[in-house]
């Protein structure tokens, strides 16, 4: 058992052998405040730290100082910015795509006895600088006097009753739990000045949390929804599974209960401790010696996240096709297969607009070269085209790396499109030398020999090129699976292998995206990995969920914390993508696979995927089941397409979180198995084969969408019996939800100018005799 239960070594990633030359440097007071072009500046000096458990400061090394940048933002957004290797504030990114009305709010700062008030334009109270002598009562001199601290108290949008201040935390002088501003250093006692960014230089930042404080958000997180008293490595990685630690979307954002949110503007491992080593406060450390936080204040969580995305960029709206029922399997291996599969939905009349081939179109299984198998699909493009006539539009999965006997590694090799080995000698500290970091659930046997390069822009033309011949056919989707993993002992033009890994999958999705949009007129792409700004290039989906109840629960978790990171549209495999116990061969629960998909079909978008038979056919108790709720799936359709365009606009996500339209209600801060589909609907997913759940239903009058019972809000109903052609679906009184009357098998025939209102008025008595059982 290693775990030590101190910051040092927890926390701070130190040794606990004490035996590595590092430092550690707290942050003092600061010797000087001042405004300069409408920031504040505050120099902040940094004593190192005896190398030893209980912090003592090491006078004998020299303080060094570094400038703490306050810098205000309209609408309610703080901005700090530190940097100990001499990074330098900018204001465009690869995650920033600030709204034009982001604007620089010039500060003003007024100084009273070492007491600094900065004020905005408005003249409200932005932040605090307090460097007045702490009050004391001496009496004992059995401990050493508390080291200096900077005591800076921020107010993201002016509430004076919502502060933010940072984390001066420790039990006794020498015993410290978190550092308000901290940093390390590595080799002989001195601050490192260089700007390589490794590993062996990292920086925190804490801020004070309440004893009830709650979180939620951090990437897709496969938690329950209150995140307090929990820490999360921010490092991109095969999630292998919804239902463990590892995390296919990190996002560097968290939203609290106390009404703001904090975006870590960096692409670096870093860590966050939501009151988890301490629960006074919430810490942030990054492996680069670079601070750069966004405070953003807000009266509602839906205020904050639009805020957020004004920061990072608002996602695009999606075709109206993407919103019907995907159909896939791992995976489809000829042109044959598909047609047969494709002209049985249309003749039983399964409703359906994509069909989506997955590993098996390529000459070999996996081996991805871009191109369809000649034997199996002899004719490409006709088969694509053939499949559009019939309204099935065609997704293709492929990966971002070049396998050992793809017949493109000799080029991409040669003109440095993929990323290159490095020798050992050349390996950063830490770096592991056998890992290649690529695919770790790569089914298949095959050797990838590097990562594509989007740092190296004639790379990501030279991708898209692969891609623009795929779309010219009539390909209308690019699964961009993968991309959480690179590999780590390679290098690439941009950045090193750790700097870029987080940011790999937005530079991925990015290149895809375009040349989809710029052939088909349709952004859009199917992604698993994410972080910060991947938001602009939707859409993303669960990964490798479990088909179990188990896995069922730990996807719509994961999609509710994404939701609250600032993503609009998610998707998770229908009924879970792989098999248990036998991976690949056991066969599905019939019972997940309705309840699943009871969900998706409540869900912004809707795909069925795994390692064996998806088609409902093969499950002829339950198909008639399946193919009502598609049926309701395209009912709802004109109300899903109004919800989509507006969480495009706005803060909110297609599937909420209870606590995005109910903050004040602290049960709402705890239910992660319920969730509101849009504006109108309260969604109870079933996850057990007990045909029964709790329901909680905030304050108000609420109405079964589908028999029109009535429940009184603000209370649990326990252990309610739900029949498996049922979900509880609720809605409020006063609701005008847009549905389509007629039955389709996809949306080509589609004239929403056919759509009608349901009002849902106080004699309203349930849909059921008109969607579900017409």
Request: aromatic share 14%; hydrophobic share 35%; proline share 6%.
């Amino acid at each position: 058992m290693k775990q030590t239960n101190y910051h040092l070594f927890d926390f701070m990633d130190f040794d606990p052998s004490l035996k590595k030359d590092e430092f550690l440097w707290k942050a003092y007071a600061p010797t000087a405040v001042r405004a300069h072009d409408g920031d504040i500046l505050a120099d902040i000096p940094f004593q190192q730290q005896l190398r030893q458990e209980d912090m003592s400061p090491d006078t004998k090394v020299p303080q060094q100082t570094y400038t703490l940048i306050i810098r205000a933002y309209q609408p309610d957004i703080l901005r700090l910015f530190i940097s100990m290797n001499g990074d330098t504030l900018q204001e465009k990114s690869l995650m920033l795509a600030m709204h034009e009305d982001v604007r620089h709010e010039p500060l003003t700062l007024k100084e009273e006895g070492q007491l600094f008030t900065v004020s905005d334009s408005e003249g409200r109270i932005r932040a605090v600088i307090d460097n007045r002598p702490l009050p004391t009562d001496p009496w004992s001199d059995l401990l050493p006097a508390p080291q200096p601290a900077p005591f800076i108290t921020l107010y993201p949008d002016g509430d004076p009753d919502k502060p933010v201040a940072l984390s001066d935390d420790h039990f006794s002088p020498p015993r410290y739990d978190a550092l308000p501003l901290g940093f390390c250093s590595v080799g002989c006692g001195k601050a490192a000045t260089d700007d390589t960014g490794t590993t062996t230089e990292r920086a925190t930042i804490s801020f004070r949390c309440a004893p009830d404080e709650c979180f939620a958000g951090t990437g897709e997180r496969f938690r329950k929804m209150d995140l307090s008293g929990q820490t999360f490595q921010l490092k991109n990685q095969d999630g292998q599974g919804v239902n463990n630690r590892r995390c296919y979307k990190n996002i560097p954002f968290y939203l609290s209960s106390r009404m703001y949110g904090a975006f870590y503007h960096t692409s670096d491992y870093c860590k966050l401790s939501l009151a988890d080593h301490s629960t006074r406060s919430v810490q942030f450390l990054c492996d680069r010696p670079t601070l750069d936080v966004f405070l953003i204040g807000g009266k509602t969580p839906e205020r904050i996240l639009h805020t957020y995305r004004m920061l990072t960029g608002f996602p695009p709206m999606l075709p109206l096709w993407s919103f019907g029922i995907w159909m896939s399997r791992m995976t489809y291996f000829s042109a044959d297969e598909v047609n047969a599969i494709c002209n049985r939905l249309r003749e039983e009349h399964y409703p359906c607009d994509v069909i989506h081939l997955d590993t098996g179109w390529f000459r070999t299984d996996w081996l991805c070269e871009w191109k369809f198998n000649p034997e199996r699909f002899p004719h490409p493009q006709e088969f694509v085209q053939s499949l559009l006539k019939k309204g099935f539009k065609v997704s293709l999965w492929q990966l971002p790396y070049v396998a050992a006997g793809a017949e493109q590694l000799r080029e991409a090799k040669k003109e440095g499109y993929i990323s290159q080995p490095v020798r050992v000698s050349d390996l950063s500290d830490g770096a592991d030398s056998s890992d290649d970091g690529s695919a770790s659930s790569n089914f298949s046997a095959l050797d990838y020999a590097g990562t594509i390069d989007f740092t190296y822009d004639k790379a990501t033309a030279w991708y898209k090129g692969l891609l623009r011949d795929l779309l010219q056919m009539g390909v209308k989707c690019i699964k961009t699976d993968f991309g959480e993993n690179i590999h780590m002992n390679h290098s690439y033009h941009g950045m090193t292998a750790e700097q870029l890994n987080n940011i790999y999958a937005l530079l991925y999705q990015k290149a895809a995206y375009e040349v989809t949009e710029e052939v088909t007129g349709d952004g859009i792409v199917w992604a698993r990995a994410a972080w910060a700004g991947c938001q602009r290039y939707p859409l993303h989906w669960g990964g490798d969920s479990q088909s179990s109840w188990d896995g069922m629960a730990g996807s719509l978790k994961g999609g509710l914390h994404f939701g609250l990171s600032g993503f609009a549209f998610w998707s998770h495999d229908v009924p879970g993508f792989h098999s248990t116990p036998d991976f690949m061969n056991s066969p599905l629960d019939e019972q997940v696979y309705v309840r699943w998909t009871q969900f998706g079909v409540f869900s912004s978008h809707i795909r069925y995927h795994g390692t064996c038979k998806r088609e409902p056919w093969h499950y002829p108790s339950i198909a008639p089941i399946i193919k009502r709720w598609w049926q309701l799936r395209y009912c709802l359709l004109p109300y899903i397409m109004e919800q989509a365009e507006k969480s495009t606009r706005t803060g909110w996500p297609m599937l909420r979180a209870l606590l995005m339209q109910h903050p004040q209600d602290r049960t709402c801060w705890h239910i992660d198995d319920e969730y509101y589909f849009g504006d109108s609907f309260l969604v109870c997913p079933v996850m057990n084969s007990r045909n029964r759940r709790d329901i909680y239903l905030p304050k108000g009058l609420w109405i079964d969408f589908f028999t029109g019972e009535r429940y009184d809000g603000g209370r649990w109903y326990y252990d309610v019996e739900v029949p498996l052609d049922r979900m509880p679906v609720f809605v409020r009184p006063g609701e005008h939800i847009r549905l389509y009357p007629e039955k389709v098998d996809s949306t080509d025939e589609m004239d929403f100018s056919k759509s009608i209102i349901l009002d849902i008025s106080l004699d309203y008595k349930g849909v059921k005799q008109l969607i579900i059982d017409n």
